[in-house]
């Protein structure tokens, strides 16, 4: 069926200003099948069904929105006090002055933009791959886009268990940049690997991150969204898991005018499990979108998406989230949670929690809620000589918790817990 008029002339519009990289090699055809698709979906508009909480005209238009960027130097950068391997983006450009050496046993790290020139590559079966397969039965059109014109990522293989985490840093230096990255992970059978990411990257920036793993591998991942305020992001993490594997990803997100997070998982292999979780804190002008798709389609396999989102002085926040429990995926465990805690009478928080089982044999929940500070909470530690201001901020931070029980590695939960209780003192200051 042909695009409506309108939303045709916006999509070619916007690939008018963009400009194919120049890669004759394996990543040619993906990009050139990416850009088919997109051009047959056209660019997200407010009337698509898993837009229509969410404005993406500041993720399509033509032109960036300018964001200004934040120089405050008052907290040391997050995850600096961790033993880790770090792999810096400057405005979606690889800084190798300001990266560590990218040699490290148990894994093969390159780039994509010098990768992506050899005949033959291991990431040939899993760029665009990924992102191709979550195209159904929902479009994501800017992880297309993200496919097709990628000028830079990461390729990351795992063969065995990577001794410390590596750490994906986003500088954003220009007031108008327009980042589009694309990392390609595969994991080994056996394989583990932590990987971090932080920074606001650029002032809008769209990453794809496609992840295969292999039976019995682990990969765990912990990102920090913020502080630049008025940056606009339009993230993607596409995984498919093998038997016995494990895949936990958890977000941070504190400030940001617009964000939207995306992620769809594919279990196929038994016993294997997923976890997705994310803490919001937005003020003011902040809309945040979670939105989860995850695909049960082996035996025994179990999977959890727990959202937290804290929001005052009119923020928004979104969570869209669903279980796809296919035929002959029996044992399913599936758990949705997703809950709000509204700091005043001004913000909104908007959610679509869907479960689809095809199954008899699975124990599937789901649940959402939006609420306020607990007043009895509140009155107790009050008449225990805690301010009204701190108090808040306990019963916030309590809120939070079970979101952050979600990461495993205890220091990297305390580096969470801290950047959490930093926000919550600076806007009680």
Known sequence: MALPKLKSDATEARLAALSLPEAPGWTR?????ALDRLRAMGLPARRDEYWKYTRPDSLTAVDVTPAAIFTATDEAPIFSS??????????????????????????????????????????????????????????????????AFATDGVLIHVSGKVEKPIQFVYYHNSTTSDAILHHCIKLDAGA??????NGPAAARFNKVMEVEIADGARFAHVRAQGRDHERRAATHIFARLG???????????????????????ELTGDDAVAHVAGAAVGDGDFHHDDTVFITHDAERCESRQV???VLRNGATGVFQGKILVKAGAQKTDGYQISQSLLLDDNSQFLAKPELEIY???????????????????????????????????????????????????????????????????????
């Open 29 to 33: 055809a993906a990009r050139d099948a």
């Open 192 to 197: 583990d690997l932590t990987l971090l990411e």
């Open 307 to 309: 959202f937290k989102k």
């Open 359 to 429: 199954a008899d044999d699975v124990a599937c929940s789901h649940g959402s809620t939006s609420g306020a500070i607990d007043e009895t909470a509140l009155f107790y530690l009050r008449t225990r000589g805690v301010p009204e201001g701190a108090a808040t901020d306990l019963l916030t931070l309590a809120f939070l918790a079970e979101a952050v029980e979600e990461i495993d590695d205890e220091p990297l939960r305390d580096e969470i817990v801290a950047r959490l209780t930093g926000w919550l003192e600076r806007r009680r200051g």
């Open 243 to 265: 038997a016995e594997s494990v895949f936990k990803s958890f977000t941070l997100t504190a400030n940001g005018v617009m964000t939207r997070n995306e992620c769809v998982i």
């Open 82 to 147: 961790i033993d880790r391997l770090r792999i810096v983006f400057v405005d979606g450009v690889f800084d190798a002055e300001a990266s560590d050496d990218l040699d490290l046993a148990g894994v093969r790290i390159e780039r994509l933009a010098e990768a992506q020139a050899a005949d033959l590559h291991w990431a040939r079966d899993v760029y665009g791959v990924l992102e191709q397969r979550g195209q159904t039965p929902v479009e994501r059109p800017l992880a297309a886009l993200n496919t």
